[in-house]
Each structure stands twice: as C-alpha cells, then as structure tokens.
C-alpha cells in the first residue's frame, strides 16, 4: 500500500469515525453500565474499536495494586500473569499514566507485547486505563497493519478507555464492598461467639474457685467458733484449709497459664533434647503418687531420640498426660508411656486402664474443664485444666492431640510434635529466590537502614528463613558486632523473632524485663528495653523478621513507631513480591532501592516527620472518626510525604535565593515524592494524599488546585499539621511560634487554607494529648 | 438425746465433713451422702428430719434429687435447704419451683446454716404442736 494512498483512506477513516463515533461510545457505555463482569466489559469494548476502527484483536491487562504485577485478563475470565516486554508501550504507558500510538513507522521489529497476539500487529494502541487518579491496567488494541491514530481516532479510544476504566472501577468497588461486608459480619460473629465462650468460661471458673473457697471459709469458721473447744480437731482443720489453699492456687496458676498459652504469649524456648532422658526423669517425680495408688508404669522408649521443642514446657505436657492416666487408672492398674519416631514426627502415646470415655466425649477431653461435667470421683485431684494446657503446648509447637479408646478399656492420649520447628517449604523456596539474587541482598540491607533511619534506631536486623535449613538467620543488620552474628540463629516459633514468623503478627513490648512474655528471654544486645519485631510477608508467607531495639533517644517505642514500621515492611514485602514476579526486570528493585535510599536519606536531612507530627497525624485522624487502616495509612504517609523535598533542602533554608523558577520546582516535589517513592508504593490512596497535601480548602493550592472535599482527608489532616509543626518549630529564617498563637493562625486561615472540620478536629487532638 | 436427723449430701468431702461436726457439735445427728442416688436410698429409709441438699453434683444433680423427694409420699414432707456454688436469682428460682424450703449460696458459713435449720425444725415442731 502506498503511503500516500493510505493516508488519504485514513482521513476518509477519521471523518466516518467523527460522525459515527457518539452513537457507537453511547452503545458500548450502555453495554458497560450493565456488566458486573470484567471480561465482558473488555469484550464490549474491543468489539466496540474492532467495528469502529476495524481494529484486528484487543487484549485486557490487569494492574494488581499490591504487587504491581499485570495480568492478562481472556474473554474467558482466566487470568495469567503478563511480563510486559522490556522498554515496551505496556510499560511506558502504566509509567507515565499516557497512552501509547504506534503507527507502525518501526516496521516489524518494533516492540508490540508480542506474546499477546497470535500474529503480529502492523500498529497497536495502548490505553492506560486511569480512574480516579488510581492505574487499573491497560487496554491494548491491535491493527493488521500499519495505521495513522489521527486525533479523532485518539479521542475515540481514550474514551473508550475512560469508560472501560469506569466500568472496571465500578465491579472492583462492588467486590471491595462485598468483602468488607463479609469482612465486618465475619467480625461481627467471631466477637459475639468470643464473648459468649469466655462468659461461659467465667462462670465455670467462677464455681471451680468457689469450691475450694467454701471450705476454706466452712473450716475457718467452724474453727472459730470453737477455739475453746478442746475437741475441735483444729489439726485436722487447718490441714483441710491447707490443702484447699494449695488448690486453690493451682486452679489460679492454671488459669494464668493457660490464657497465655491461648493468646500466644508464651513464646518457646527450644532446645535440642533426649527425649528418652527428660521422660525418665518426669516418670520419677511422679512416683509418689504412682506408689501410693499402686499403678506400674510401663515406659516403652525409643532410645536416642532427640527432638528441637520447649523442654520446660515438653515436661508440662508429659506430667498432665501421665498424671491425668494415673489418676483415671483403677488401684494396681498399668500405666503404658510409648515415645517413638515417624517421620518428621515425635509420637508419644499415654495409656490407661481407667473406666475410659464415651466415643462421643473424646473429641471434647481437651475443652477446658471437661472434668468437671463428668462424673465426678473424690478421689481424683485436679484443676479440670491439665488437658486443655497439654492441648494449648501442642498447638504452641505446631503439633497434634487426640484421644482414643484402648482395648478391653481404658484411654489412650497421643500426642506429634515435630521433631524440629522449621519454616514452611513455601517460605523456604521463596527465601531461596530472594537469597539468590544479589539485587535483593541490597534490598534487604537497604531496608535494615531505612528502618533504623524512620525509626531512630540504634539496632535493627533483618532475619531471613533460611533456605536449606528452615530456620531463621540474620541476613542483614545495623548496629549489631557482625562476627558474633554469624552463628546467631533461630527457630521458627522461639523466642520474640520466632513467635512473630511463627503467627505473623507485629509485636511490640515496652519493657522486656517487665514484659512477663518475655521474661528469661532477656538477651544482653538489649541495652534499652524496648523493641519492635514485625513480619517481612511475601506472597502471604512470611519469609523473615525484622527486629528493632533502642530507639537513640533512649524513649521506647509505641504503637505509632509499630504502625509506621508495618506500613514500611508491608511495602518492602510487595516490592520484593513483584521483584518475583519480574524476575527478568532488575529495574523493579533499582526503584524500590532507590525508594528506601530517599526515605533513609530524609533522616539525615531533618525531613523525616519525628513522632510528634506521626502523633498529631494520627489522633486527629481518630478525632474525625477514620477507619483504623486509615488512621495507619495517613500515619505511613505523614513519615514519608516530603521525600520530594530532599531534592530542595538548601533551597528551603534559604529563602533568599528563591527566584520564580525555583519557587516551581518546589512546587512541584510533591509529584517528585510520588516519583521517589514509585518502586515502593503501589497504593493509590497513599499516592492521593501525597500528590494533594499542599492543595488548599478554597482552591489556591499546589499542584492541581484542588479545593474543598476533592482534596483527600488525609491530605488535608496533613496540611493542617504540618502548618502547626512548621510554626511552633521555626524554619531557619522563622523563629518558632508559641502554641496559642500558631493555632490562632490555623483558625484563621480556616475555611481559606485549611478545612474548618480539621481545625477544629486538630485543636481537639492536640488538647488531648495527642501532641507530645 | 440429739435434736433431729439430718442428712447431709455434697460430692465434695470435705463440705460433708465440716456439716458433720457443725451439726454434730449443735447436737443433731449427721447422715451424709456423697451423691443423688444414695440420697434418696437414705431419705426413704432413714427418714431424716432435714436434707441439706448440694445441687451439682454426678449422677443425679440437686434438683433432679429434690424433685424425687417431693414426690414420694414419703419423704415429701422433709423439709430440703439447697446448697450451691450457684448464686444467681434464676437457680433460685428453680430451686423453688422443684420444691425446696430454703436456699444457701457457697461459700457459706456453718454457723448460718445451722441457725437456719434450728429456725425451719423449730417452726416444723410448732407446727406439728398445732395439728
């Protein structure tokens, strides 16, 4: 074809096109409105470009917000992640948030995401699909051959987009909010039900306390009342309250323990142990009562056998199970204690030839105070707890309980523990891939120095599951003596950084010599008490830890330090996810370093927001009634948000020097923020506020003079507290304001600079306490 | 001469224990029973005039027991204090409805007790006197 020739059908195109395009985007927007569907949705529009434009094939990308992954979205509805070709329109479009033409000039070899197509396409639009400032993917619309885009055609299929875009906006909101709901009644149940288990509790607790209690009163009065009495048995008496006592505070210590074991408070302490040697010595201690009833226990032990778990808590486990099988056990009975191999698994069986339980109870035998809705025997002591305690250590080691019938009768109780505590072989194979690369070594080493930056940190390492042996070991560290830590490991489940790869949940403890979850753990490196511990996620696995101890400024840390840490992790864990799912793209960790190198850096400009304005953030947030993930987002956001501003540090200081030019530059570091922190931030929530915490209430704000409630609340919470902390701080060429007078100047730029709700939200947080 | 015959009945020893040398000191006799069961044999054959009653306990709980009695011609006419760790307007209430003539929460004290049994026995005594 000549070009000359085709440009002149082309014109003819665009004419045809401008007159027929209203009524074909008014079909497809109708189409649109009435799909819940995302792979319909993307059907009416391709099919809506291939009647227009003769456009020959059309594909959907979908952005995942976390990960920043794409994925190719069929007709079908199936998804397969996409790896946009390197340098390619898929990239620069999401980059740059602008479609891409490509007339086909480039011939053949130019980069048209081949692996989409069937054939190659002669030219190829791509749309990024944008709503509400957030990148919802891209729409790819592919043409035999070469073509013009003229600028109907681009108008056209950004329209297009744009209504895709709604379209795919609408149903992901719909699904967010079935979530939610589904989230909230999922909630909603899960605390009624806790509630009612632990009324339920109290009241047994309440009769199982009450009963030592009414002797101890019964024999203290009745001994009382008869101290003249020289036949009053009173040794006997004060031997009975004696022993009421002694139960008594049985029943409390078992109490206590067990609620720490149900509530993960009691991390392990493990150690490699003989087995057979910690149940011979737990079998003699046991002999009193043993003798006194006249059982023979029958041990059957495999010798040798060494298992990784608690020993303390092992020895609980074995004098609950034991004890529980004497006491059931008829005068003179047998008592069987195997302890064997299989597999991974250390296996133990206890049994006895006690009257047995009802098939239909044994399931139940491990329920707190089960005892006591059994039949009960005078003879037989206990606190009703020592099952549901043997049954809260098992699940502590991550292993398995149960009860079973023996034969002619009698109960057997089986316990597997693993004989070590590994990590997952998910997050072994995901640690491996992160080891492997030397990117995200860097990554890894850069994050440790961010923390220790955001965090005020002396100490801060990074514990990373070790690939081939399962455990934990520090993979990078500050302020740690690094030759002693070559051998410093842990094991998943032990201690305060096992614990937290172990549940996934961040920890904080104020004081770890006082912290009873913690006591003897206590290590030396401690010098200050106070530390932080949160999970590195990837892909919902935790792969490590990240440890932080003594803040420099000798304070402890809260759960603002806790929440701000969190929000730092989570985004390290999704950068190293995408790095995963783009192996073949290195640039995808190069921006997340370069990320985490400007929000290190922004400490050591005196940029980085200090727990005050965290503080203040956060409370006024709260004060105008935010979700808890909002009060944290804003919270992450307020410690990052002028990362654009270390590019203008001097600038700022000296205002002097400040020509206009200058003054737009500054102008414009809140997108140079975004631009930073890119490798690191997927959200667009937090891009939102970002982008508009220099936009004022009535308009005249920077960048896009957004004005009242366009502006995003937490963008304006920020504005209001960074005008407040900018005042009662001073700048260099500013002195420091006194409280009363910076908020008389807030009051009066409400309305004009600031919102009014705010003000007045921020004046309430601030005489609350929210201010430090 | 003792005072009266009470059978006393509690599956915690030591509850029974202490009745039995309160009681015995104020010069009743004791029978006890450590359940339901044994409760209702000794009722029906050693007619006691009192039954402190406990009411959780195996086999046959209090109320079940308590029931019993009042429906046997009898031992209908024994009056029965309930004895619980259950404290609550409701069980008092049931404790009530299956027939009982008083009720006393644990802890308790001895001295109490007895006092409400020499009150119940004195007026039953009366009573008798007036029919």
Redesign the interface.
């Known amino acids: 074809m000549k070009p000359g020739a085709g440009g002149a059908a082309q014109a003819q195109g665009e004419e045809v096109l401008a007159r027929q395009s209203l009524g074909l985007l008014a079909q497809a927007i109708l189409g649109l409105r009435s799909t819940g569907e995302p792979a319909t949705a993307c059907a009416i529009a391709g099919d809506c470009a291939r009647t227009a434009l003769g456009a020959s094939d059309y594909r959907l990308l979908r952005l995942e917000p976390r990960s920043g992954a794409l994925r190719r979205l069929d007709p079908t509805g199936e998804e397969a992640r996409y790896l946009p070709e390197p340098g390619g329109p898929a990239e620069w479009a999401m980059r740059h948030e602008q479609p891409v033409f490509d007339e086909g000039q480039g011939g053949a070899s130019a980069s048209r995401e081949a692996a989409l197509w069937d054939g190659a396409p002669g030219a190829l639009a791509t749309v990024p699909l944008v709503s509400n400032g957030a990148a919802l993917g891209l729409m790819l619309v592919s043409f035999a051959s070469p073509r013009a885009f003229g600028s109907v055609t681009r108008t056209f299929l950004q329209t297009l987009g744009d209504a895709l875009a709604l379209a795919l906006e609408r149903t992901q909101l719909r699904r967010e909010l079935e979530e939610e709901r589904k989230s909230v009644q999922a909630l909603k149940k899960q605390r009624s039900d806790g509630e009612q288990a632990s009324s339920t509790l109290m009241s047994v607790v309440?009769?199982e306390i009450?009963?030592p209690?009414?002797?101890?009163?019964?024999?203290t009065?009745?001994m009382l009342?008869?101290l003249s009495?020289p036949h009053?048995?009173r040794e006997r008496?004060l031997s009975?309250i004696n022993s009421?006592c002694d139960r008594l505070a049985r029943l409390v210590s078992d109490v206590l323990d067990l609620s720490r074991l149900e509530a993960g408070q009691r991390p392990l302490r493990l150690a490699r142990f003989d087995i057979e040697r910690l149940v011979t010595e737990m079998l003699e201690g046991l002999l009193p009562s043993v003798m006194e009833r006249k059982i023979t226990l029958r041990p059957q032990l495999e010798p040798g056998l060494v298992v990784e778990a608690d020993p303390d808590l092992v020895r609980r486990l074995l004098i609950n199970l034991v004890g529980n099988a004497v006491k059931y056990s008829p005068l003179g009975g047998t008592v069987r204690i195997v302890t064997r191999v299989s597999g991974d698994e250390f296996l133990c069986e206890i049994e006895d030839q006690g009257p047995g339980i009802p098939p239909e109870d044994l399931p139940h035998v491990f329920e707190r105070f089960y005892r006591a809705r059994?039949?009960?025997d005078?003879e037989v002591e206990g606190t009703g707890l020592g099952l549901a305690i043997a049954h809260g250590i098992v699940e502590l080691h991550g292993g398995r309980i149960w009860a079973q019938s023996a034969e002619p009768h009698g109960t057997r109780l089986c316990v597997a523990l693993p004989s070590r505590q590994l990590a997952a072989p998910r997050a072994r194979r995901t640690a491996r891939r992160i080891w492997g690369r030397g990117d995200l070594r860097e990554l890894c080493q850069g994050t440790v120095n961010m923390v220790a930056a955001a965090m005020d940190a002396e100490i801060v390492s990074l514990m990373l599951v070790d690939p081939d042996h399962g455990d934990l070991f520090i993979a990078a560290w500050r302020g740690l003596d690094g030759e002693k830590l070559q051998g410093r490991r842990t094991a998943v489940r032990a201690g305060v950084a096992g614990s937290v790869a172990a549940w996934g949940r961040p920890l904080l403890v104020n004081d770890i010599e006082t912290d009873r979850r913690f006591s003897r753990l206590n290590h030396p490196q401690y010098t200050t008490k106070s530390l932080l511990c949160v999970p590195l996620c990837v892909e919902g696995e935790v792969v490590g830890v990240i440890n932080v101890n003594n803040k420099i400024s000798g304070q402890s840390f809260d759960d603002d330090d806790l929440a701000v840490l969190t929000a730092l992790v989570e985004r390290v864990g999704s950068a190293v996810e995408r790095a995963i799912a783009h192996p073949d793209s290195p640039r995808v960790v190069d921006e997340a370093l370069e990320a985490v190198r400007a929000v290190t850096q922004l400490r050591r400009d005196g940029l980085l927001s200090g727990r005050n304005r965290i503080h203040l953030v956060r409370a006024t947030a709260r004060q105008l009634g935010m979700s808890e993930a909002g009060i944290d987002l804003v919270g992450y956001v307020a410690s990052i948000h002028d990362l654009g501003m270390t590019r203008f540090q001097e600038a700022v200081n000296h205002p002097g020097k400040l020509d206009s030019e200058k003054r737009q530059e500054i102008e414009r570091h809140p997108e140079t923020t975004l631009e930073l922190i890119r490798g690191l931030e997927y959200a667009s929530a937090v891009r939102d506020v970002i982008l508009a915490h220099h936009e004022h209430w009535d308009g005249t704000g920077y960048p896009r003079g957004l004005s009242g409630g366009d502006i995003p609340l937490g963008a304006r919470i920020l504005a209001v507290v960074d005008a407040y902390e900018s005042m009662t701080h001073g700048r260099p060429y500013r002195p420091p304001l006194p409280q009363a007078q910076a908020i008389g100047e807030l009051r009066r730029e409400a309305g004009r600079h600031f919102d009014p709700e705010v003000v007045d939200a921020f004046q309430l947080a601030l005489g609350g306490g929210g201010g430090r | 001469m003792a005072k009266g015959k009470i059978l006393v009945v509690d599956d915690e020893i030591y509850i029974v224990h202490i009745l039995d040398f309160s009681l015995g000191m104020e010069g009743y006799q004791v029978l006890t029973a450590l359940d339901g069961e044994q409760a209702l044999e000794k009722a029906r054959a050693e007619h006691p005039d009192l039954i402190v009653l406990d009411i959780m306990m195996p086999k046959l709980d209090g109320y079940e027991t308590c029931k019993m009695l009042k429906a046997d011609e009898q031992t209908r006419s024994i009056p029965v204090i309930l004895l619980s760790a259950k404290g609550r307007n409701v069980d008092q209430k049931i404790g009530f409805e299956v027939g009982a003539d008083d009720y006393i929460t644990k802890p308790f004290s001895p001295r109490k007790l007895v006092e409400r049994i020499n009150a119940i026995l004195g007026q039953n005594s009366s009573q008798r006197l007036q029919a």
Request: proline share 4%; net charge negative; glycine share 0%.
């Open positions: 309440a009769h009450r009963s209690l009414t002797a101890i009163k019964a024999y009065e009745a009342d008869h009495d009053a048995p008496f009975i009421e059994r039949q009960r005078e």
